[in-house]
């Protein structure tokens, strides 16, 4: 009895939602079956251009991964240095 | 070319609230900023556990009694954050309250930092009961079985994030930070995107590395900030719905990016929430990228979350 109404919830909203942000929740395929090359990273920084004296942003930390983590599924990696003059405009924290 | 940017920052729902809009009119961005800014504050009032009046206060207290009709907008947060449970298998749960509130979160965090609490009736009589939550249509109307409760704190912030920059893009790219969740439209024009910096829980003013992020969510969860003593123990704002305590990982911060915030805030939970190692895998299997802190400072990623750093030197062309 309680679970149809939730449904009828989860089809209400979808006008709210687009199906792929939500698809996100769920997974497209189990651990270990997916490349790098594979996946369809949501915002990939290529062919970008030089950052200039007009960027909101200086320069930036470097994270890189091992060179034998390109097609694992997760990589460890060490602190970055932190002694850059990065410049961001916005952070990402857990809430204050 | 510089571009103009425009900005406005406030304090509502115990955090710090940013927006920004490049180029365009000062005028207009200003307008909509104000605008946005109100529906900030209604949403404060209508969905904050820690008013006694809020409409969510009063859904709460009407648990286990007649169904609540309720505003779109409660009704849309919650239909969210159920659509979250479901689709997380539970992992992620908005009726953790009862456990939060035994764990000493029973009040907003600023009236609770430097308190210690005395220890309070064991926190494993609650269980998780998202699914028997009554949502009917038809009468736009909430039951809550007795004696659950909902928090729709982190969840309600990404969704307010998403649905202000849709709003705000109509002036322009923009950014709106909700405390730390954060929705991204468009880029600023010459730009590889908004440079978002993920904030180092070890170094809290400094950032880990800054991102170049467009049509975008990003989200950090952590139990590094939100922390309080009871019994002589350590305690924490992100509960374990299986244990109904706060989770014990060696994961210290989660951040994810993803089409939404909203979706962001949910997976970089549910990744913090199974540790290092299983949390980047789970990660993995969806389309989002991640970046996980340890306890001792050392970092896990997904493969591809350095695509999204803001390149020092820049690609050619």
Redesign the interface.
């Known amino acids: 009895m309680?679970?149809a109404?939730?449904k009828?919830?989860?089809l209400?909203?979808s006008s709210?939602?687009?199906m792929?942000?939500?698809?996100?929740?769920?997974?497209?395929?189990?651990?270990?079956?997916?490349t790098?090359a594979a996946?369809?990273?949501?915002?990939?920084?290529?062919?970008?251009?030089?950052?200039?004296t007009?960027?909101?942003?200086q320069?930036?930390?470097?994270?890189?991964?091992p060179s034998t983590?390109?097609?694992?599924?997760?990589?460890?990696?060490?602190?970055?240095s932190?002694n850059t003059t990065?410049?961001?405009?916005?952070?990402?924290?857990?809430?204050? | 070319m510089l571009t103009a940017l425009h900005h406005h920052e406030f304090k509502a729902m115990n955090c710090t609230i940013g927006f920004w809009v490049a180029g365009g009119c000062a005028t207009d961005a200003q307008a909509a900023f104000a605008a946005a800014e109100q529906e900030v504050h209604a949403a404060e009032q209508a969905l904050s556990r820690f008013l006694a009046h809020s409409e969510l206060s009063r859904l709460n207290a009407a648990a286990g009694r007649c169904a609540m009709p309720v505003s779109g907008l409660l009704w849309d947060v919650l239909s969210v954050a159920l659509t979250a449970a479901e689709s997380t298998g539970g992992l992620f749960d908005p009726t953790v309250l009862p456990a939060l509130r035994a764990a000493g979160y029973d009040r907003s965090f600023d009236d609770l930092a430097g308190h210690h609490l005395e220890l309070r009736p064991d926190a494993t009589l609650h269980r998780p009961r998202w699914q028997e939550i009554e949502m009917r249509a038809a009468s736009h109307s909430v039951r809550l079985p007795l004696g659950a409760a909902i928090d729709l704190g982190g969840i309600a912030k990404g969704w307010l994030a998403d649905k202000l920059a849709d709003k705000l893009a109509d002036c322009g790219p923009c950014l709106v930070d909700m405390g730390g969740d954060i929705a991204l439209r468009g880029r600023p024009p010459g730009e590889p995107g908004w440079p978002v910096g993920v904030a180092d829980p070890l170094h809290p003013d400094d950032d880990l590395v800054v991102l170049a992020l467009s049509d975008a969510g990003v989200a950090t969860s952590g139990r590094d900030f939100r922390t309080w003593m009871m019994g002589g123990s350590p305690q924490h704002h992100i509960i374990d719905p299986v244990t109904q305590r706060p989770v014990h990982t060696d994961v210290l911060t989660a951040t994810v990016v993803a089409q939404q915030a909203a979706v962001a805030e949910v997976l970089a939970k549910v990744a913090l929430l199974q540790g290092a190692e299983a949390g980047i895998a789970w990660l993995g299997c969806r389309p989002a990228e991640g970046l996980l802190v340890r306890e001792d400072g050392t970092l896990a990623l997904t493969p591809r979350f350095s695509d999204l750093a803001w390149s020092e030197q820049g690609v050619p062309a």
């Open positions: 309680t679970r109404p939730l009828v919830a989860i209400a909203i709210l939602l687009t792929a942000g939500w698809t996100a929740l769920a997974a497209s395929t189990t651990p270990g079956d997916q790098a996946k369809q990273p949501l915002v990939l920084v290529q062919n970008i251009a030089p950052v200039t007009a960027s909101p942003a320069t930036a930390a470097s994270v890189t991964t983590g390109s097609t694992a599924s997760s990589a460890t990696v060490t602190r970055p932190t990065t410049r961001s405009i916005a952070r990402t924290r857990s809430s204050r």
